[in-house]
């Protein structure tokens, strides 16, 4: 069985940075590739940014490109997304999840995930 545990979010002000981590147990994390999404309430999950399962390969939503950076460290099993220059609209839970792939791709799509995590909050005040 695959775990994900989320950390690192917490309030900020706009303008300030937060670092989210993901820590995975279970099978190889490498096997994986793995995806940052967020809800906002009474909105949908939407995508955020993604990495491979090498780490080479990323992609990030437009609306946090240039803000926030998605990394990856395969002998710490953990999965880090970097946020700067934050907003009130990023205010939102934050979800990490994992993709068993056999490739280097990376998907945006929420229904590709097979794992995800419990979530931590993210509250930008402006």
């Known amino acids: 069985q695959v775990q994900l545990v989320e950390s690192g979010g917490g309030l900020v002000q706009a303008g300030g940075s937060l670092r989210l981590s993901c820590a995975v147990s279970g099978r190889t994390f490498s096997s994986y590739a793995m995806g940052w999404f967020r809800q906002a309430p009474g909105k949908e999950r939407e995508f955020v940014a993604c990495i491979s399962r090498s780490g080479d390969n990323t992609y990030h939503a437009d609306s946090v490109k240039g803000r926030f950076t998605i990394s990856r460290d395969n002998t710490k099993n953990t999965v880090y997304l970097q946020m700067n220059s934050l907003k009130p609209e990023d205010t939102a839970v934050y979800y990490c999840?994992?993709?068993?792939?056999?490739?280097?791709?990376?998907?945006?799509?929420?229904?590709?995930?097979?794992?995800w995590g419990q979530g931590t909050q993210v509250t930008v005040s402006s």
């Open positions: 999840a994992a993709d068993q792939v056999f490739s280097d791709l990376v998907t945006p799509y929420v229904l590709d995930y097979d794992y």
